[in-house]
């Protein structure tokens, strides 16, 4: 794309990161180099007056390292073990590589339930615009914990669009393992080419979507980024898919200037997350 100052001029931007891009790809750890440049950029964002929201992937896969687990777990409780223990340590070392840029972040876990019933929801509003005023940083992920799976997201892309609409954020960047929204699988078909921008959302990207993924870390295929990109353009916010292989483009997109597909932000006052979560 070219270089232009739309974005510079956003206020309140959602970033949603997921767990394969925070850690190696032979072990599993965690990529702290990548965390902290990651970090690093989001600072960067609020030292120029902009709201900024983390949603954070990450609770299980780290959980699973921390207690010696080689397989990824299938049972809903040990997922949920793994989480319990994970989450902390995700959390511990945000906490710390955000204290070395002389900022706080905050830990917010949701459930369907904080989104779906109106007290919460307000409450949860509440929360996260009292951490906007005090400065804070909120970082979110589903409560894994706790979640059964009748109520669980599915996933953080379809949590960051809500998250989103939740906040009256005016952008939302999922970092993915991909560029952006092709015309076709690029992992399998050479000719696909790269969707820059989507002025609408219409059918013909239901028919677009892939329900694959090139990770058995993260849950997310391009299916969950196109609902996401339903969400968050009805809710108002412009929406970005953009690799996530250099956070630094967190900064290339702030000024215009990258690679990604560009979502534009499409109001629409009948969409109602409550309705939206009963039908889903």
């Known amino acids: 794309m070219h270089a232009n100052d739309y974005f510079k001029y956003k206020k309140r931007v959602v970033v949603k990161i997921g767990s394969s891009s925070l850690q190696h790809v032979q072990t599993g750890d965690m990529d702290y180099y990548k965390i902290e440049k990651l970090v690093r950029e989001l600072c960067d964002l609020r030292n120029r007056g902009i709201d900024v929201c983390l949603v954070s992937s990450g609770a299980i896969a780290a959980g699973r390292q921390a207690l010696g687990l080689v397989e990824r777990p299938t049972e809903n409780s040990m997922k949920q073990a793994c989480a319990a223990v994970g989450q902390a340590r995700l959390m511990m070392t945000y906490q710390k590589i955000f204290a070395e ?12 339930n904080t989104m779906f019933l109106p007290v919460s929801r307000e409450n949860a509003h509440n929360t996260f615009e009292k951490l906007f005023r005090l400065g804070a940083i909120p970082v979110v992920n589903e409560n894994d914990t706790v979640s059964t799976y009748e109520m669980q997201f599915g996933d953080n892309d379809t949590l960051s669009a809500l998250v989103a609409s939740l906040i009256d954020a005016d952008l939302l960047i999922l970092l993915s393992d991909i560029d952006g929204l092709y015309t076709d699988d690029p992992r399998e078909n050479p000719d696909a080419t790269l969707v820059e921008i989507v002025e609408q959302m219409d059918e013909r990207f239901d028919a677009m979507a892939k329900e694959s993924t090139g990770s058995d870390v993260g849950t997310g ?22 690799n996530a292989q250099d956070v630094g483009i967190l900064h290339d997109i702030i000024e215009g200037d990258f690679r990604g597909t560009f979502f534009k932000g499409q109001k629409n006052s009948e969409f109602n997350i409550e309705e939206y979560l009963k039908e889903h």
């Not at 905050?106 to 459930?111: A, D, K, N, S």
Request: proline residues 0%; charged residues 10%; hydrophobic residues 50%.
């Open 101 to 112: 840029y002389n900022h706080t972040a905050g830990q917010v876990l949701i459930t369907k």
């Open 221 to 242: 295929g391009m299916a969950t980024k196109l609902t996401a990109a339903r969400i968050a353009t009805a809710s108002g916010a412009d929406m970005i898919i953009a």
